[in-house]
Every structure is written in C-alpha cells, then in structure tokens.
C-alpha cells in the first residue's frame, strides 16, 4: 500500500535526530554492534483493557523498500550536516536485520511488546520513527473500531470518516485498520481500490439543496441510481424528508426495485429512528434500512442501543478515524540489549521518576498460556535469560518476520487479519471488553525484569 500511495522512497520518513545518531554511531565505531530495540504501549487505549495489534503488514513493506536513493542523499547532503563519508555508507546500506513481531490482529495488552528488532545499532536505530508512526496509529484506529462494532452488537458500521481523517495516509490507513477491527465497509474509494475494502456511501446534502425541493432531488437520484438508493432525509425536515423517502420507494417498487433505507444524520436519533420506522413499516417498507451518522462513536452508539433505537447501520467518521476520546497510542521504541566487545550482551533500559516511564530490559518476548481454549494471562520474559514456566498450552506471540533483513513471512490478505482480530476478541471475557472500568488481564513479568538491568 506505502508504494501504491507514495511511489517514491520513504526512508526519510522519519525524525532528523535519528540520521545525527547514526552518523554518530558510524564515526565511533558502534554502527554494527548488534543491539536489540522494543516497540511496545505503556497504557492500554481509550481506558479500555486491550488492544488489537495493527499496521505489520505496512511496517514490513517499509522495511522491505528501505534504501537510501541519489534524491534522499542529496537533500541530506544539503543540510551541510552530515560527512561525505557517512553518506557513501548509507549509500550502500542494506538492512540486515532479525524481525519479530506480533501478528496483526491479535489482542495484546500494556505493556507487551508489539515488535523486536535485532541487529546492527545503526539499522535497528534508523527505523524508529517510521514503525512507531505506522504501529501507533494504526493499533489505535484499528481498536477504536473493535469498540465501536462491539457496540453495534452485531450491526453494521461504515466508516465514513475519510474527510475528517489527518491526511492522505492518515484516511487510507485508517480505513485499512478500521476494516480490520470491525467496521464492515468504508466510504473511500482510493482503499477500497488498493486494499479491496468493500465501499459503501449514501449522498450528500448538498445533491438534495442542488433541486428545487427534496422530493424532486429524491425522485432524480432514484432514476439515476434506482439500485442504490438510500436517501439522507435530514437536510429540511427529517420526518418529511422519511415521508418524500417513501413516496420515491413507492415508485421504485412499481418499477421492481426497492428502496433500501433512509439515513439521519443530525437530531435526537433515539427519537427520529423510532418515529422514521414507524412510518416505513406503516408504508409496507419493512425491509428499508435506517442508517445513523453524527459524530457517533462506542458511547453514543452503546447509549442509543440501550434506549432501543431501531438502527441497522452506524455511519462512523470522525471520533474513529481520528482516535477520537485519544489522539495517540504513545507507543515507543527503546534498546533494551546490546553487545559489549567482547560478545556478551548488556541488558539496557530507560529509568524514569515518572510512573510508567521506565523501559524494560532484554531481548522480549511474550507467552500467552490458555486454559479451556482460551487465554488466561500473560508473561513477558527476556530470550536471553530463562523462559517462564507455566503447565498449560501456550503460544509466543512475537514471531519472525525477518532474519538477516529478507521477509520470511509473508501478510495474511486483509480479511484473513480482520478475521483473526474478530476471534480473538471473541476469546476475550466480556468483563475485559467493558468500555469502563474493564477487567485487567493478567501480564506478568518473568525473571525479574525490572531489576534485570545493571
């Protein structure tokens, strides 16, 4: 997708202190010393008590293309900063590193890690910036979807939110991760062309004040769309704009097409939805679909739910794609081990006043133990000490996703990633999945970890 949207190198997709650090490492020596980093979050999202893992499958194909091209180096050499003989070096760089990583669409928990890279410090340094954007965002969005479909119970969502989103990117990768966590289809074409997302979409308000009154922009939409036609009925009058909705339902019937709903958009949609049904199934269009939108997210929706609102679509834009309630995951990427001279790795970690600040040390990995089926906690343990014991069946989450800097896993399709995401919280106990005040799932820390370090 990265090359598809950009088509161009992004290896300066990133902070410029991460290029003065590498020239750094390369001018004393250290470049090569192999050291292992840590992408992991500190707090889980939205108060919540999990998050789904995205964005691998970008982060791999970031990885993949990682070069140094004639343009980035020139621009590099005109900020007057860097040596001629560093940049020869990045020049000629290729990755070389071992990458783990948690598969996209598993539920992970604060603070596990998400990914580990081990290799040459300058290589392992280099690529911060770029995964912590990728991973961030997209677990983010991709969570706040998992909620906002948990609280559809089973309805559809849209995710509308492509003009509300940060950016080009910021609505292609939230469209992918949306679909991933839940949401059923999206509104923008350009991911639905490159990632095969179903789309879905109504029209705007502006085709109803574009005639001379709603009926008649009602009737012109039905002629030129008769298979497709849902009507957004809020523009004038909401309840008048049901009633013009099924007097054009009525003429696509005669013609053996079929109205397929009307969507609300604004007001009090607890009472507009009850009031609009009411005279659907009163017309004998039953089967006519109402679609809510307006700044919707998991609380609104779980609210409207709760007072019986008959919504068969939710129209989800910007509390989704945006994080909403959480503009940010806060995800980092520390080093955690590295290689003294003479071959014996140094466990390394940050140490912070500030709680929840400090980093973990070692090479990690995580240890999901089940009990019936399904999970029952979690242990965080260092490959370069002893695993964790524990007699039930288990699996380690990290798994190789590059050795030596070649792919040796390829990304599942994107309904596979969605698939997995939908079963693993159905694993989950429903007093985890709680909007407030969830559940915490056990994670532990094996070997001492936080006394692991010298």
Not at 76 to 97: D, I, R
Request: aromatic fraction near 8%.
């Amino acid at each position: 997708m990265i090359g598809s949207l950009y088509g161009t190198s992004l290896s300066l997709l990133t902070d410029l202190y991460q290029l003065t650090m590498a020239q750094g490492y390369w001018k004393s020596g250290r470049h090569d010393d192999e050291a292992v980093f840590q992408l992991y979050f500190r707090k889980n999202p939205f108060g919540g008590g999990y998050a789904v893992a995205c964005g691998l499958a970008l982060a791999a194909e970031y990885i993949e293309a990682f070069r140094f091209t004639k343009d980035d180096l020139a621009y590099l050499k005109s900020l007057g900063l860097f040596e001629p003989g560093f940049l020869a070096y990045l020049k000629g760089l290729k990755l070389s590193l071992d990458v783990d990583a948690v598969p996209e669409g598993t539920a992970i928990f604060a603070p596990e890690p998400m990914m580990r890279a081990q290799g040459p410090l300058l290589q392992c340094q280099l690529l911060e910036t770029a995964l912590l954007n990728i991973m961030n965002f997209q677990t983010l969005i991709a969570t706040k979807a998992s909620r906002v479909a948990a609280a559809a119970g089973g309805a559809p969502v849209l995710e509308f939110g492509l003009r509300r989103a940060q950016g080009v990117d910021g609505g292609v990768s939230a469209s992918r991760a949306s679909y991933i966590g839940g949401c059923a289809a999206t509104s923008n074409l350009l991911a639905g062309k490159l990632l095969g997302i179903p789309v879905r979409g109504t029209h705007a308000h502006s085709w109803v004040m574009a005639f001379g009154d709603e009926l008649e922009a009602f009737q012109a939409y039905a002629e030129a769309m008769p298979g497709d036609c849902a009507f957004l009925v809020d523009t004038y009058d909401t309840l008048a704009g049901v009633r013009h909705a099924v007097e054009v339902g009525e003429w696509l019937k005669a013609r053996g097409r079929r109205l397929a709903g009307v969507r609300l958009d604004s007001g009090d949609l607890a009472d507009l939805s009850l009031k609009a049904r009411r005279i659907l199934d009163e017309a004998g269009f039953v089967d006519a679909v109402i679609t809510a939108s307006s700044d919707l997210d998991e609380h609104r929706i779980a609210e409207l739910v709760e007072k019986g609102a008959p919504i068969g679509v939710w129209g989800v834009g910007t509390r989704l794609v945006t994080g909403g309630d959480q503009a940010a995951l806060g995800g980092v990427y520390k080093l955690s081990a590295i290689k003294t001279l003479h071959g014996e790795w140094r466990r390394t970690r940050k140490i912070s006043s500030e709680a929840g600040k400090s980093s973990y040390p070692g090479a990690l990995q995580v240890r999901r133990f089940f009990k019936e089926g399904r999970p029952s906690h979690d242990a965080i343990f260092d490959l370069l000490g002893c695993p964790p014991y524990g007699e039930s069946p288990y699996e380690d989450l990290l798994v190789p996703v590059f050795r030596n800097g070649e792919r040796v896993c390829p990304s599942p399709d994107l309904a596979a990633i969605r698939a997995r995401a939908k079963t693993q919280l159905a694993l989950l106990p429903k007093e985890l999945l709680r909007f407030k005040s969830p559940r915490v799932y056990p994670v532990s820390l094996e070997l001492d970890l936080e006394e692991a370090a010298p």
